[in-house]
């Protein structure tokens, strides 16, 4: 065409597009507007004609080439229908001026000639830019061209979307020229409309397809027409956004090359199709991953998505979209499709119902009608996989749609939601399972408005099965029960995907939907219960649905209160899941289950093939049941809990948590690796955080868990408490938090550390209100770990730990460090805290970290000194158990403990005194209870007194010292009718007494009820005496010890040594060798004192002058501690007893030891300790105590020279002696044991300590303690002071002797007791006295009976020997006064009593020797007539003065000296008649001749003394003939006066004596046959047949001898009547007075009870006394002996 004009020019087409836009023809331009009207009728009627023609040839439905299908004559058209094609919209045709147009020529974009197609796209083109009107039209007659198709086309499909693509770029190309200018158009509101939602439909829609072509198409359909929009929307007046949206070239398709797509991206204000995709698609692709099968819930949460893809292929939208090749590609792809549409009907619901109307309408051409009328859907049964692949597709996404209602569809002709719910659940009654399980997801991942229409709908399946229940008894063929149970488990099926795809919030807001899943529930509930175990396996999908669903319906609710779905219920369910999972309620139950039925298959199907086929379903089946009740239950403790608060901390549901925590992770039974699940742990730590969540009463029971020893539990149960407090305002005290805090923030977890962190900085800002000064501390202690603050908030503090363990261990020490200064107020609660918890602590490196976090906060503690009950003894005892645990893995931290503790002195004794009592616990148990003890409380001793020597040691010490205050053994009882102890007893005679009688005395035993300390033979103090006692046999020769030592422990080993010999047996029974611990069943074998002895023995090695002011105490302590019966006790003291040696001595000497200076001494020291080393573990003499037969013990020895060797090595403290002697003294006198005083009398024995005033008063009131009451035990205490005054008194200056007179007076008056042991000491005490005490002195005497207790005497009858010896001054002064009885002439009758007893002859003949000296020494007498009138004190002592003083000063001492040789004489004669020559006593015996012919010489009984003389060891003469010899001189010295003494005397030696009773009948004999006897008044005792009836009686003795001398004393004595009768009748009128005394021992038991009053007297008379008054209650055992036997008798008094 040329334009009308003279020179016209070419129009170009952009001209003549311009000129349709501004209204004008292009015909105009050529001058020809007249016929626009013919050409365009003309043009239409060729373009109908082709229509007509070649119209319906397209490339959809023909496979032919076209010219063959068009007849020839008709072919030459096409060049015209393409022609004609190029004038539109030039000229538009006058059919297509309308919709027409947009409705024909789509459609010739898919002819089959390609330059039609192609001129079709260029009118289209042409269309958008000339006419702006229709390009929205356009653009939706390609998309519903692209509708129409059917999807069995799917080229067509694409060409016609690609055609749809293509017009939007070029819609978008004009937009921009538009922008540039360079393109103009008027104004026009319909220019800018675009119907996006029907595009955005329609793009979904062809996304349902098979092929990944089209759904790429379709893709780009979607992108397309968001860039049009947003441009459209932009070109509108609307600003551009300020960031732009660019797709991910991983999730669409780029623009194609050449599009010119502008920079700037859509409008955020509107949400698009393509925006949902690229937003969910990623997360879609891997949620839905697994979402078909029976098990998707599983599958979808715990199945790594993508797994099954090649390694270098990525999962996402794209991934899924392009795959379509297997069934579950294609479900795939439904499942991300749906739920796209799902979440698009959201954000952009016009766009998903477009989509909805789309696919149903697609969907509608899918489905036909059977013979029945029933809509039917293609299945792959029909062999229609494509279409059942499509047709899966489009429900799917249709389902998931927003509810599309009747009325709506009736408008457009398509299916509502609940005709497509409908026809869904009518076909899947008889669809197979590709299907069944298609529509399944499909109806449960619907929309959620459509859900109450669902259940609707399916309340006609619920009907057809729940109307008629069939028995599960019924047999198997039964094809109705299948069909329910089939219908049933699909229903199940579609509940549980509908529960598991709730919108958040939608259970709480629609009760009807929430009473409806629980009806199911409960109804499924009820029919599982009534299943039998035969249909175990087929109830197995069931089980899974109602675990999964209640579930779902559980974590919706999120514990809050419903009545539906209520506590009982949960419980319910709960215990039934229990039952279905091998860590349930019964654990291993459920696996038998399972193992039954695969048992009872094998034997019902016979075919292998089936049979491995179902036992791998079963397996497979049962793993998921497994998981899915886990999970389960984990959702029923959402909400309060089912069980009472005192069944929650070891209940059911936290044990069955612990379980899951705990139990092995182990691979699934099932031969399938499909089936996965979670891990019980995670299981385990999600139940826990549901329980604690609504439950917050259970916060304390989790965090204690928080500390447990297996490290799973610890770290879930942690995290669980971090995340409640987090989300929950808990009240917890802080102390517990931080403590938690503190132990996590080093745990080797990240996370764990992180959330310790994040629990600090809620801590902070809920409980002090300011999280900056903590989140400072923790900017602190990360300063050097990378911590800075923010800048968008200063307050706050961002903190960087680093990975390594030095990193975080160090940051948790500043941490620490800052919290304790910023909180002092919780270190006491804290540090309980932490102690406590640290012993649950699991891993070295966590021990270590607590530990070294600690310290910082300890330096805030004191401790009460009343620890008991409260924080400090919940503190000490967890610090005690953390040093047990771990002190020998970290000494260093562990010291470091108590070294802070101690750095405060105060706590120093709390300490010290929990460590005791916490002994006294231990060591009442086995032996390896006592050995960690020791290992802990040595080593906290030896911290603390490394930190503060002096406090911890003198605590100690106080602690050692209170042992004089603990119990004894148990004593026996008070004496009664019978001490236990040998008596001088009065004999009467009897006719069967012989030679082997008892001699007159009896040692008696103790009462047959008397209780006697024993050993005890059981229980620990036996086991461990078994377990650690060695023999005490050692080779001691090559000790290097001194030899005073080694021979005292030689002496005793062999005396001890050998338990079994005869002699030792008869010895240990009459011992006391009981533990001193005693039988009490209160209290451990070691008391405080022994416990405090053995930490201490550890510290001594360390330190040395701390203890050089308790050396006496600690000395003393540890000897008398050497024979505990506990081996630990006397292990420890031997210890002790050489760290103390080594560092209070060897150690200085070893200094010197180069300079040659104290090498003795160190020698000395060093052989000490080597021998105690030697004797390691071994006692070093036996334990046992004094008896009164055995007063001498071989131990005695051994601990003699061990204290010396000790005093002797502590040389430079020169007071140690008179020190530890005191300190000996004290414990002798007040100990509360009775052992312990016995070795205290034995310590102060050997150290020989210089005599005092205060010890001997002591002593003496100690002995008059011991008499008072008499028993076994007191009578051996009384012993034991006797042998300790023997002591004093060889130790002491005999010229100080006179400073202590009351020595002399006590024994004098103690020699009335009867107690024959415990008198023969007593004897050799009052010998020693005598021998170093000049009596013959005056000035000796004067004090003597100057300290005689003053005491005024009851006036006496005249007649009375007392008023006599008032007048004439004459007698035993000192008898009387001191022992109130007048009737003794001398002192010797109370010692001749000794000499009836074979124990006490010797030393009673020794003392009668001495006192026989003392006359012979003594001056002779001066006769004075001025005699006192009245008897005191100063009375005698005034007549000691002047001329024959000291003897007269002697006779108030002793007895007149003649009266004293007289008893002297007639008592010793028999007993020195047998021993004067030739007997092993010869020498005693000639002793006491000499003092005794001394003493006649002095007395100028000359005669008396050389019959005496005669009695030598030389002499030749026979007993008789040396009698005639004596007798005469005695019976004329001593007769009448004596005469019936001496009678008195030998009758009773023939009464109670043995060997001298021959002897004594020959005395008599020669006595009557003295010529001249002269007996005067004492005459007619000779025939007084009472009086010598013992001699009659020994006339029937077996012994011959003496029947015959008896006989010839009888004779004598007759003879003397005969003879003598006369004489002696002349003489009866002599006043002579004639002594008797019949009984040597006093069987009236008046002197005994005499001895204490006298003894107290004298004491009380001592100087100084009075102002000892005030001392600690002496020898307290023996109140204690006596308080046992009251009791004892009370009891026995009290059984009938």
């Not at 602590?841 to 009343?866: D, K």
């Not at 009866?1628 to 007075?1633: A, K, P, S, W």
């Not at 019949?1638 to 006298?1654: K, L, N, P, W, Y």
Request: with cysteine.
């Amino acid at each position: 065409m040329q334009a009308h004009g003279d020179t016209p020019d070419e129009v170009t087409e952009a001209q003549l597009l311009e000129m349709i836009r501004n209204g004008s023809h292009p015909l105009d331009a050529y001058g020809i507007p007249s016929e626009v009207t013919k050409v365009s009728l003309v043009l239409a009627k060729v373009l109908q004609q082709c229509q007509v023609f070649f119209g319906s040839y397209r490339t959809v439905n023909t496979n032919k080439p076209l010219l063959e299908l068009i007849p020839k004559e008709k072919v030459a058209g096409l060049p015209v229908f393409t022609q004609a094609l190029r004038l539109v919209p030039f000229t538009m045709p006058e059919h297509w001026s309308g919709p027409r147009l947009c409705e024909d020529l789509p459609g010739l974009t898919l002819h089959a000639d390609a330059g039609i197609r192609a001129q079709a796209v260029a009118v289209m083109k042409r269309i958008l830019r000339g006419v702006p009107r229709m390009r929205n039209a356009m653009l939706l007659g390609v998309a519903g061209l692209a509708a129409r198709i059917p999807d069995d086309t799917p080229e067509a499909i694409k060409d016609a979307l690609r055609r749809l693509v293509e017009l939007m770029e070029e819609w978008q190309l004009i937009l921009s020229e538009k922008s540039r200018g360079t393109f103009h158009e008027p104004v026009s509101s319909a220019a800018a409309k675009l119907d996006l939602a029907r595009i955005e439909g329609l793009g979904m829609s062809f996304l349902c397809s098979n092929l990944t072509d089209v759904r790429k198409v379709a893709l780009d359909v979607l992108f397309m027409v968001r860039e049009l929009h947003g441009k459209l929307l932009q070109a509108g007046g609307r600003s551009a956004p300020v960031t732009p949206v660019t797709p991910a070239p991983s999730t669409i398709n780029p623009p194609t090359p050449g599009s010119n797509s502008p920079s700037w991206g859509p409008d955020l204000d509107h949400t698009y199709m393509m925006d949902v995709i690229e937003e969910m698609g990623f997360d879609v692709s891997h949620r839905c991953y697994w979402d078909f099968g029976r098990w998707s819930d599983l599958c979808r949460v715990w199945r790594r998505a993508g797994e099954d893809l090649p390694p270098e292929e990525v999962l996402d939208f794209e991934a899924v979209l392009s795959r379509s090749s297997t069934y579950e590609d294609s479900v795939r792809w439904a499942r991300c499709l749906s739920e796209i549409v799902k979440q698009a009907g959201q954000l952009c619901n016009e766009s998903a119902k477009a989509a909805y109307v789309e696919v149903s309408s697609r969907l509608q051409a899918l489905m036909y009608k059977n013979s029945s009328h029933q809509v039917i859907l293609p299945t792959d049964s029909l062999g229609e996989s494509s279409k059942a692949d499509l047709c899966r597709t489009y429900c799917m996404v249709a389902a998931a749609s927003p509810l599309y209602s009747s009325s709506a569809s009736r408008g457009q002709g398509v299916l509502s939601t609940k005709d497509l719910f409908k026809v869904m659940l009518s076909n899947v009654r008889a669809a197979p399972e590709p299907f069944q399980q298609a529509a399944m997801l499909a109806l449960g991942f619907c929309n959620c408005e459509s859900v109450p229409l669902l259940l609707e709908e399916m309340q006609g399946l619920i009907e057809e099965y729940s109307s008629t229940r069939t028995s599960f008894m019924m047999p198997q063929g039964s094809r109705s029960r299948l069909r329910r149970d089939e219908m049933r488990t699909i229903v199940a099926h579609i509940y549980r995907l509908v529960a598991t795809d709730l919108r958040p919030g939608a259970l709480h807001e629609d009760a009807a939907l929430r009473s409806k899943l629980t009806d199911w529930i409960v109804d499924t509930f009820k029919y599982l219960q009534s299943a039998t175990a035969e249909s175990f396996s087929e109830m197995q999908q069931l089980r899974y649905c109602l675990c999964m669903v209640s579930k779902a319906v559980a974590t919706a609710l999120g514990g809050s209160p419903s009545q539906a779905f209520n506590t009982s219920l949960r419980r319910t369910l709960f215990d039934t899941f229990g039952t279905w999972c091998e860590e349930g309620c019964t654990p291993a139950r459920y696996r038998a289950e399972v193992g039954k039925t695969l048992a009872m298959s094998r034997m019902r199907i016979k075919d292998p093939e089936m049979a491995r086929h179902y036992e791998s379903d079963m397996a497979e089946t049962a793993d998921v049941v497994e998981h899915a009740a886990y999970l389960a239950m984990a959702a029923m403790l959402l909400g309060p809990s089912f069980e009472t608060p005192g069944q929650q901390k070891g209940g059911r549901v936290l044990s069955w948590i612990q379980r899951m925590l705990t139990a092995a992770t182990t691979s699934s039974a099932s031969t399938s690796s499909a089936i996965v699940g979670p891990a019980k742990s995670l299981v385990a730590q999600t139940a826990l955080l549901h329980l604690l969540s609504t439950n917050v009463e259970l916060f304390g029971v989790c965090v204690d868990q928080c500390y447990a020893s297996q490290a799973s539990v610890s770290r879930a149960y942690f995290q669980v408490v971090a995340e409640v407090y987090a989300a929950q305002d808990v009240v917890v005290k802080p102390h517990i938090l931080l403590s938690l805090v503190l132990y996590k923030i080093v745990d080797p977890a990240q996370d764990v550390r992180d959330d310790a962190l994040h629990l600090l900085d809620v801590l902070s800002s809920r409980i002090w209100k300011d999280i900056k000064d903590t989140k400072v501390a923790s900017a602190e202690a990360a300063a050097a770990l990378g911590g800075q603050p923010s800048d968008q908030n200063p307050g706050r503090v961002a903190v960087v730990i680093g990975n390594l363990q030095d990193s975080y261990q160090q940051f948790q020490y500043q941490l620490s460090a800052k919290l304790a200064r910023d909180h002092p107020e919780l270190s006491e609660l804290l540090c309980v805290e932490m102690m406590i918890r640290q012993q649950d602590a699991v891993g070295r490196a966590a021990h270590h970290q607590v530990l070294t976090c600690l310290p910082p906060w300890m330096e805030n503690l004191s401790f009460a000194a009343r620890w008991e009950g409260n924080w400090s003894e919940r503190l000490l005892q967890s610090m005690y158990y953390v040093t047990a645990q771990h002190g020998t893995v970290f000494p260093h931290e562990t010291e470091r403990l108590w070294t802070t503790v101690a750095g405060n002195k105060r706590n120093i004794i709390p300490i010290l005194d929990y460590v005791i009592s916490k002994g006294q616990l231990e060591c009442g148990q086995d032996l390896s209870a006592v050995e960690r003890f020791f290992s802990v409380a040595k080593r906290i001793a030896l911290f603390l007194a490394r930190t503060s020597s002096q406090q911890t040691i003198d605590h100690l010490v106080y602690e050692i010292s209170q042992q004089i205050s603990e119990d004894g053994e148990m004593a026996p009882a008070a004496l009664g009718a019978d001490t236990g102890a040998s008596e001088f007893q009065h004999v009467r005679w009897s006719s069967n007494h012989s030679r082997h009688s008892s001699g007159g005395f009896s040692t008696g035993e103790a009462l047959k009820g008397e209780p006697r300390a024993r050993t005890p033979t059981g229980g620990p103090l036996r086991r461990i005496e078994m377990l650690k006692t060695s023999s005490f046999r050692s080779d001691l020769s090559s000790s290097s010890l001194s030899p005073s030592v080694a021979d005292s422990a030689m002496n005793h080993q062999r005396t001890s040594g050998d338990n079994n010999s005869p002699d030792n047996s008869r010895r240990n029974s009459s011992m006391h060798v009981a533990s001193p611990l005693g039988p009490r069943a209160d209290r451990g074998i070691l008391t405080r004192p022994q416990l405090a002895m053995c930490l201490l023995a550890e510290v001594a090695y360390e330190h040395d002058e701390d203890f050089r002011s308790h050396l006496p105490l600690l000395f003393h302590a540890v000897m008398i501690a050497m024979d505990s019966p506990e081996p630990l006790v006397y292990h420890h003291a031997q210890q002790a007893l050489v760290n103390l040696l080594y560092s209070l001595s060897a150690r200085h000497l070893e200094l010197h030891k180069n300079s040659g200076a104290l090498l003795t001494e160190h020698q000395q020291v060093t052989s000490l300790i080597k021998y105690l080393q030697s004797m390691r573990s071994r006692r070093l003499w036996a334990y046992e105590d004094i008896t009164l037969r055995h007063t001498y013990l071989a131990s005695s020895s051994a601990l003699a020279a061990l204290v010396n060797a000790v005093t002797e090595a502590i040389f430079f403290e020169s007071d140690l002696r008179e020190r530890w002697a005191a300190e000996a003294l004290r414990w002798m006198l007040e100990c509360n044991s009775r052992h312990l005083a016995c070795r205290s009398h034995q310590v102060f024995r050997a150290l020989r300590p210089a005599p005092s005033s205060d010890a001997c008063t002591a002593l003496l009131t100690g002995l008059a303690k011991c008499l008072t009451n008499p028993s076994r035990l007191s009578l051996e205490v009384a012993a034991d002071i006797i042998l300790t005054l023997q002591v004093v008194l060889d130790v002491m200056d005999p010229g100080k002797l006179v400073l202590y007179p009351q020595i002399l007076l006590a024994c004098i008056a103690l020699l009335g007791m009867s107690f024959v042991h415990l008198w023969r000491l007593l004897l050799e005490l009052l010998s020693k006295v005598l021998d170093r005490l000049d009596l013959n002195d005056g000035t000796v005497q004067h004090v003597v009976l100057a300290s005689i207790p003053p005491q005024e005497i009851v006036p006496a009858e005249p007649a009375s020997p007392l008023h006599r010896m008032r007048v004439t001054g004459e007698g035993w002064l000192l008898g009387a006064a001191l022992l109130q009885r007048p009737h003794l002439l001398a002192l010797h009758q109370l010692l001749i009593k000794g000499l009836f007893n074979q124990d006490t002859q010797l030393v009673t003949v020794q003392v009668m020797t001495q006192l026989a000296d003392q006359i012979a020494s003594s001056r002779p007498p001066f006769r004075s007539h001025n005699q006192a009138q009245y008897v005191t004190s100063m009375s005698i002592v005034g007549e000691t003065q002047g001329q024959g003083g000291t003897y007269k000063g002697l006779a108030a001492l002793f007895g007149d000296p003649k009266d004293q040789l007289a008893f002297s004489v007639f008592s010793l004669l028999p007993w020195l008649c047998l021993h004067f020559q030739h007997t092993p006593f010869t020498t005693v015996a000639q002793a006491c001749i000499k003092a005794l012919r001394l003493a006649c010489e002095k007395l100028r009984l000359d005669h008396v003394a050389d019959g005496l003389a005669a009695l030598s060891a030389h002499a030749q003469q026979d007993l008789p003939s040396l009698l005639a010899m004596l007798c005469p001189p005695l019976c004329a010295a001593f007769f009448p006066r004596f005469a019936k003494v001496a009678f008195q005397r030998m009758m009773e030696v023939l009464q109670r004596g043995s060997a001298t009773r021959l002897p004594a009948l020959a005395i008599l004999q020669a006595i009557f046959e003295v010529p001249g006897l002269q007996l005067g008044p004492a005459a007619p005792f000779a025939n007084d047949s009472q009086l010598f009836f013992p001699v009659a009686a020994l006339l029937k003795s077996s012994v011959p001898e003496e029947s015959k001398a008896a006989l010839q004393v009888l004779d004598a004595v007759m003879r003397y009547s005969d003879r003598g009768a006369g004489e002696d009748a002349e003489q009866r009128g002599l006043q002579v007075e004639v002594l008797h005394w019949a009984a040597a021992i006093d069987d009236t038991g008046f002197e005994r009870s005499m001895v204490t009053e006298v003894l107290g007297n004298i004491i009380d008379s001592w100087p100084g006394h009075a102002r000892k008054a005030g001392r600690a209650k002496l020898m307290p055992f023996i109140d204690t002996a006596a308080e046992q036997r009251g009791a004892s008798l009370e009891l026995r008094s009290n059984i009938p």
